[in-house]
């Protein structure tokens, strides 16, 4: 599950380092499970999971209408979000569009939407995944 990012110039020392990297810190998520104790562990993933994909909604259609205040306010969500699930590239592309949207720059909104939104979709895949898995165990 890599995508090429676009928040880390090509060709800079941490660019090839964010490439390679995992849609999730290794261990990360399972820490924020621990915490919240078996019998909520579950409801965080159906939480989490369904603000993932509102979140998802959300920008592809700020995207598409180019409205810059909820493209930052969806981007500020899911900064948090993806900080606390250990998702880094995502959270470092949220900041960059973030950031982008403020300065309402069109073409660097065009240029990080793609990968974005595939960071985002893998990361709903992977919560999904454990979502699916916590509620099928025995």
């Known amino acids: 599950l890599l995508r090429n990012p676009v928040g880390t110039p090509q060709g ?10 995992p ?20 409801e965080l993933l159906r939480r989490v999971t369904e603000d993932l ?8 259609l700020a995207l598409d209408g180019t409205d810059w205040t909820e493209m930052r306010a969806q981007t500020h969500v899911l900064i948090a979000l993806a900080g606390a699930v250990g998702a880094i590239r995502l959270q470092h592309r949220a900041e960059a569009l973030n950031a982008a949207a ?3 720059e069109a073409a ?9 939104l595939a960071l985002l979709d893998d990361l709903i895949h ?3 995944g454990r ?3 916590w509620n099928g165990r025995t």
């Open 23 to 42: 849609v999730l810190v290794e261990g990360q998520l399972d820490r924020l499970l621990e915490v919240a104790g078996e019998d909520s562990a579950g």
């Open 108 to 116: 660097a909104v065009a240029a990080l939407a793609p990968s974005f």
């Open 12 to 21: 800079t020392p941490g660019a090839a380092a964010e490439e390679a990297s």
């Open 126 to 128: 992977v919560v999904a």
């Open 131 to 133: 979502l699916h898995r």
């Open 53 to 60: 994909r509102h979140v998802e909604r959300r920008m592809v």
């Open 102 to 104: 403020h300065r309402r």
